[in-house]
């Protein structure tokens, strides 16, 4: 009967420990999550090199293009590319769009700050972007050197589900297996040699 009583002690012990390692796992997954969820992780972009010459960013739509003024009163859009990049041709003063109002979904979205910026900042614009299922915070900048620069943060539904489901439940996976290897270290370690 001891020996049940043992072989049942020593299970309610590892029991509670692989649930331990699961909950802890999972916590650290949420937390994980939540940081990874506000962010797709993207960091500053060139949009235009020095050649552009920009002293201001006068707009940046919805769809990320990029409208700049040179110091001689040039305007320049840049406009984003299925490779990443940005296309940029001058344009008419008449051609360049305004940055559009904000949705009203965006009331509650606080992306955070950017990184540190590529050089000294002459002129930015901030423009958030959102609908029911995304939201998303364009940066644009240009800096004393004239060139441009982008950076875009934002949250999606696949993504946000990704990092709000995926992060807690590989954390728990984690948490269990690492409980469960260290009883078995501690069983081995109290074998005799």
Not at 47 to 58: G, R
Not at 121 to 147: K, N, P, W, Y
Request: proline share 5%; glycine share 12%; hydrophobic share 45%.
């Amino acid at each position: 009967m001891s020996v049940l009583k043992e072989i049942a002690g020593l299970f309610r012990l590892s029991a509670t420990w692989v649930a331990l390692g699961l909950v802890g796992g999972y916590l650290a997954g949420v937390i994980v999550g939540q940081q990874l969820g506000g962010s797709d992780l993207v960091g500053w972009q060139r949009v235009a090199a020095a050649d552009v010459a920009a002293v201001e960013v006068v707009s940046v739509t919805d769809e990320s293009v990029v409208y700049v003024r040179a110091a001689n009163g040039q305007h320049t859009r840049c406009t984003p590319t299925t490779n990443g990049m940005f296309d940029c041709v001058a344009v008419e003063d008449s051609a360049v769009e305004p940055t559009p109002p904000e949705s009203a979904a965006c009331g509650d979205y606080e992306p955070g700050d950017p990184a540190e910026t590529p050089g000294y900042v002459v002129s930015a614009v901030h423009h958030r972007v959102c609908t029911a299922e995304s939201a998303t915070m364009l940066d644009v900048i240009a800096i004393s050197d004239g060139s441009v620069w982008i950076w875009n943060t934002g949250t999606g539904a696949w993504f946000n589900f990704g990092a709000s489901t995926a992060a807690p439940l590989v954390g728990s996976v984690l948490g269990g297996l690492l409980a469960i290897g260290l009883l078995r270290l501690r069983k081995n370690s109290d074998q005799p040699a």
